[in-house]
């Protein structure tokens, strides 16, 4: 099946300051730059101390700019958090919701993420929804029941209209970071065929097929080939291994010369 389009983006977490985001950005611009955008959808979700600097460091025909995370409400008495209208206001096009880290560390619920989406669509942003399966789960052979539940709970209540702005990142929470194992391809696309399968059931088939599925998980420049072949994989959502510019654009090179040779 040939691919519309490959997704390919990393989100830097609480690393990089703000000189060290510019420089990063800049060079991956220029290295891509010779890159056709029909075929490429490549986007950075820096910190959020960096984001009006990352704005004027690249070209959102070049790299799309994300948040991590994003308040519910507009305004009010949330101390610590980022409101949608803060983040309008930076330029930032993309926003992270559900992050592994999100749910795990900071303990955020099924209806917060809910609550997240709902907002943040309504805000006219990208939507990057992140989903995973823990280690207990996988174990006990109930990932595809988690990756549903997570995806139905977040989803619900969403207008269709908002389909054509929501992305989903798969990322099993064991897969992820230093001390995590990558899916392997198989298993992967195994989970993005249930994820399909739940966005058909709640929007339709043809709704369904508009939705970017994204792999996460310890990505690397061995086996990201290998994961983009999947029939069901649109894109690789990366951490470590898309850090350094040249890294990262050796990656995006050997992805689009594997689908698109
Ligand atoms: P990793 O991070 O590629 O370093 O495992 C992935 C993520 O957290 O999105």
């Known amino acids: 099946m040939t691919k519309r389009r ?9 690393y990089k300051s703000i000189a060290q985001t510019c420089s990063f950005l800049k060079e991956l611009s220029e290295l891509t730059a010779g890159l056709s955008r029909e075929h490429l959808e490549l986007f950075v979700i820096p910190s959020y101390t960096a984001l009006e600097a990352a704005r ?3 070209p959102p025909s070049i790299i799309k700019l994300g948040a991590q995370n994003m308040a519910w409400l507009d305004e009010g008495p949330l101390t610590g958090e980022i409101s949608p209208l803060m983040l309008r ?11 592994s880290e999100r749910r795990h560390i900071f303990r955020e619920d099924l209806e917060t993420i809910r609550k997240k989406v709902l907002c943040a669509a309504r805000h006219g942003f990208t939507v990057l929804l992140c989903v995973g399966e823990t280690t207990e789960e996988k174990e006990a052979g109930c990932m595809d029941d988690a990756l549903r539940i997570q995806l139905k709970s977040a989803l619900h209540g969403l207008s269709p209209e908002y389909l054509s702005r929501l992305w989903v990142a798969y990322e099993p929470v064991w897969a992820i970071g230093e001390n995590g194992t990558p899916a392997s391809r198989e298993y992967a696309e195994a989970r993005h065929k249930a994820l399909r399968e739940t966005l058909c059931q709640l929007f339709g088939q043809g709704a369904a097929e508009v939705v970017p599925l994204l792999y996460g998980g310890s990505v690397n420049s061995e086996n990201a080939v290998g994961l983009i072949g999947m029939d069901h994989i649109d894109g690789l959502f990366i951490g470590r291994s898309a850090w350094d510019a040249r890294r990262f654009s050796a990656i995006i090179r050997d992805v689009l010369d594997s689908v698109y040779r």
């Open 89 to 99: 206001e930076v330029g930032v096009e993309i926003v992270e919701i559900g992050h």
């Open 6 to 14: 490959v997704y390919l983006g990393t989100n830097t977490k609480m």
């Open 56 to 58: 004027k460091a690249a």
